[in-house]
């Protein structure tokens, strides 16, 4: 069955307060399903919906295959499609659908049980307003952290993280660049592509995750980057100071040794330079 038959057939009316956009262009479902390694891995979808991607990602033959979705009818859909066979399943994948907010889901820390380390591919075309919350979540907050994502976003969100147009540093660019070996543009997706058709436009990114993160290290840097990113406005030296509790004095004098004014903004610090004010400053601050 083709998209807008499926559409039909189910009765599916798009519910806008949980982002329903479906996307009904094949190839860049395809695109999107060829921009990771899917066969023999184990693979998390994200609000699969009617399972447009699903169906690309089950055709790769992946080791498994988990799919976390928040709305009842659309679990309902995609076991009555796998039921009629027009989702099949391939011998080789261990599959299962969770019922579910991808927000309070935990993966398990293998979820092969046969492999001793965490090796999992994320893989969504989520609604737009939970965007960051996910790329935080999986990028930073959880034990079980995927090695690579793709991700579909609001085009504005993409080129903001990957500083297209000169778009200035951010907290959420700075986050992910911290926690990212390699943060790539796969594709555009104009908003005619899906159904119903959002008002703007969209892009797929792909990050990489770096092996090695440093739980404490990460919380340092998040702590104070967001501190600094709430009130960009404000002098960073006295806004340092009240949010960690140093002297002026004290940060001045680190700033001076980096070579930085007291009146640079956060926008213009990258992430090495940011990573060098928190390596002077750490040990100083009262948590
Ligand atoms: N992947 C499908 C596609 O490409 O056509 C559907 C995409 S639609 C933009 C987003 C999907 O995420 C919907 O099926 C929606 O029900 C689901 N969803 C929304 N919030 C969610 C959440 N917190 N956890 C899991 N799924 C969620």
Not at 21 to 50: C, K, M, R, W
Not at 186 to 194: D, H, I, R, S, Y
Request: hydrophobic share 40%.
């Amino acid at each position: 069955m083709h998209h807008k038959e499926i559409l039909k057939h189910y009765g599916i009316r798009a519910q806008k307060s949980l982002g329903q956009n479906f996307l009904v262009n094949d190839e860049i479902l395809e695109a999107i399903a060829d921009s990771i390694d899917i066969t023999g891995q184990d693979i998390l979808e994200i609000g699969p919906g009617y399972g447009a991607l699903t169906e690309k990602i089950l055709a790769r033959k992946p080791r498994s295959l988990t799919l976390v979705e928040l709305d009842k009818q659309m679990v309902y859909i995609l076991n009555s499609r796998i039921h009629e066979r027009e989702i099949v399943i391939p011998k080789e994948t261990t599959f299962r659908i969770i019922e579910g907010d991808v927000l309070q889901y935990v993966p398990p820390l293998t979820l092969s049980p046969s492999e001793e380390r965490e090796i999992y591919s994320v893989i969504a075309n989520i609604p737009y307003y939970i965007t960051s919350p996910i790329l935080f979540r999986f990028l930073h907050e959880l034990e079980s952290k995927p090695n690579e994502m793709v991700i579909l976003m609001q085009k504005e969100v993409g080129d903001k993280i990957c500083r297209k147009k000169w778009y200035p540093h951010s907290y959420l660019s700075l986050a992910l660049e911290f926690s990212c070996e390699s943060i790539e543009e796969v594709c555009l997706v104009a908003k005619e592509n899906f159904i119903p058709a959002p008002k703007i436009d969209s892009s797929v990114l792909y990050f990489q995750r770096r092996a090695e993160y440093n739980r404490i290290n990460a919380k340092d840097f998040l702590r104070i980057t967001s501190a600094w990113f709430s009130a960009p406005r404000k002098k960073v030296i006295s806004n340092l100071a009240s949010t960690l509790h140093i002297s002026k004095e004290s940060l001045a004098s680190d700033f001076q040794a980096l070579g930085l004014l007291d009146t640079v903004r956060a926008e213009e610090i990258n992430l090495i330079t940011w990573n060098k004010i928190i390596e002077k400053i750490e040990k100083k601050w009262e948590l």
